[in-house]
């Protein structure tokens, strides 16, 4: 093989191999692209998270509720049921009394609401006919009873045992008094209740003018909750 020959055939051999590790080195190259955007592709991260529930969230109530014992059941009869109730207790009355005559009877206060309160009261009379000898005395705690009767002219109440005495004697008008002394609110608890022995009577040294004349106890409770200015 001559020279020419030779070198021809080893240009054609160097193009080729040259080629050859071109292809190499690009496939390499892509391979190395492609493998690099899997690795990125495949990646994963840990994540994690949490909800914050709380529980029932409800309004509270308050309902100030009043009782009087009724005389001839003995059984509590619940009234002023609801928000800004009334009641007209009838079973509490002194008709045709006499001066000296009197009458007790429990009122019944309780909250019924799941809202603790705080109430303060005041004591009138309808009308001024009777005043000043129509008196009242209230007692905490206190328990009523009553004894004489309507025929006999001599029916008398009276109020035993309690804690404390709001009122002693005193005269009804149409005037507001307070309830408590000093107007002090008195607490109760959600569920909770107390009974006050209220006395009513007309004073024995009453003038004859007064006969036939009439009227009516109210006793005006304000509640409100526990804090509330």
């Known amino acids: 093989m001559s020279e020419t020959t030779a070198t021809t055939v ?49 309004a509270g109530s308050l309902d100030l509720q009043l009782g009087g014992r009724n005389p001839a059941t003995g059984v509590v009869e619940w009234s002023a049921v609801g928000l800004n109730q009334n009641w007209n207790y009838s079973v509490l009355q002194l008709d045709n009394v006499s001066p000296g005559e009197s009458v007790a009877m429990e009122l019944h206060i309780r909250n019924v609401g799941s809202t603790p309160l705080t109430f303060t009261g005041a004591g009138t009379s309808t009308t001024d006919d009777l005043n000043p000898y129509l008196t009242a005395t209230t007692r905490l705690g206190g328990v009523a009873s009553n004894t004489g009767t309507r025929d006999a002219v001599n029916r008398t109440g009276t109020c035993s045992a309690g804690t404390a005495t709001w009122w002693t004697d005193h005269p009804l008008s149409t005037t507001p008094r307070v309830v408590t002394p000093g107007n002090a609110p008195i607490t109760l608890a959600a569920n909770a209740q107390i009974q006050v022995c209220m006395l009513a009577g007309l004073l024995s040294t009453t003038p004859n003018t007064f006969q036939g004349k009439s009227t009516s106890i109210q006793v005006t409770l304000n509640g409100k909750q526990v804090g509330a200015p």
């Open 10 to 58: 080893r240009e054609v051999l160097r193009r080729a191999w040259h080629r050859i590790a071109s292809v190499q080195v690009r496939l390499l190259l892509s391979l190395g692209l492609v493998l690099g955007f899997a690795a990125v592709g495949t990646s994963a991260y840990w994540a994690d998270n949490a909800t914050f529930t709380t529980g029932k969230i409800e």
